[in-house]
């Protein structure tokens, strides 16, 4: 519910945009590196800030500069701890975490998966008083929910659809209790990236919507059985608990065996792509 993304006027120039590979970003800043983006989020100096217009917490959109980048990033110090919360929809949740750090982890474990170009980068940093996420703004033209209220449709489905399958198998397993189709953005030439992560990485060892896990790519299926639990540990240290690193391995089981059903039931070539 939080998208951060730079907005065009009009269905006309939504589609220009989205046909348009790089439109929206500044000179040089295609060729920065994860390594460059990082260190230029954790040491740029902030030169303005305001307040993001969506969104049910106070994440600030902030303008950093080092000189010779200047560039946005999305600035998120929410980190509530509560024993038990009665949500919107009447339902109880116990234990229930609203932290910024989560948005750390879902990066870092996305590395671990290669899907770090799907997941904007996150770092950690202190601002005026406050420890919180600051993450790369995004050069996204329109969300989701967007995107299907105008009824745009993606010009190659196929592409979208493989896409959309990655999104999926990451959703089932960082369990994110606050998914929605805000938090899918769509970027110049339909890329799709999931961002987000503050309600995530609950202790469910179940997965939420298993029918979702219909296909997957190869390289991601690969990295998915070759998780290390320790690894995810070492690489998400201060992040998540060693409870929320053994839930997120419970699902990936899950995840994998899910998949492991479909092969022997249809194929490999009908499952992974």
Not at 192 to 209: G, Q
Not at 227 to 241: C, F, I, M, P, V
Request: net charge positive.
């Amino acid at each position: 519910m939080r998208p951060r993304r730079d907005r065009c006027s009009g269905l006309a120039l939504i589609l220009f945009c989205l046909s348009t590979p790089g439109l929206c970003l500044g000179a040089g800043e295609q060729n920065l590196s994860e390594q460059q983006i990082e260190h230029f989020l954790l040491t740029a100096k902030v030169v303005n800030f305001r307040h993001s217009s969506k969104g049910i917490t106070d994440t600030l959109r902030l303008t950093l500069s080092d000189g010779t980048v200047t560039h946005d990033a999305s600035f998120q110090a929410i980190d509530e701890h509560k024993t038990e919360v009665t949500m919107p929809d009447g339902h109880r949740e116990l234990l229930f975490v609203d932290s910024y750090k989560y948005n750390i982890a879902a990066y870092r474990l996305a590395q671990l998966l290669g899907l770090a170009d799907m997941v904007p980068v996150y770092v950690e940093r202190k601002w005026q008083g406050q420890t919180g996420s600051l993450s790369w703004w995004l050069p996204v033209q329109v969300d989701e929910a967007e995107r299907v209220k105008r009824k745009i449709s993606p010009p190659d489905s196929d592409d979208w659809n493989k896409q959309m399958y990655k999104v999926r198998v990451l959703d089932e397993l960082v369990y994110d209790t606050d998914p929605n189709l805000t938090n899918v953005l769509i970027g110049p030439d339909w890329k799709i990236y999931r961002i987000d992560f503050t309600r995530a990485f609950r202790l469910a060892k179940t997965l939420k919507n298993p029918k979702d896990l219909v296909r997957c790519d190869r390289t991601l299926f690969d990295k998915l059985k070759a998780l290390d639990k320790n690894e995810l540990a070492r690489r998400t240290s201060g992040y998540l608990t060693k409870d929320e690193v053994g839930a997120v391995m419970a699902r990936r089981d899950k995840i994998v065996a899910s998949f492991q059903k479909l092969i022997a039931e249809s194929g490999e070539n009908q499952v992974l792509y």
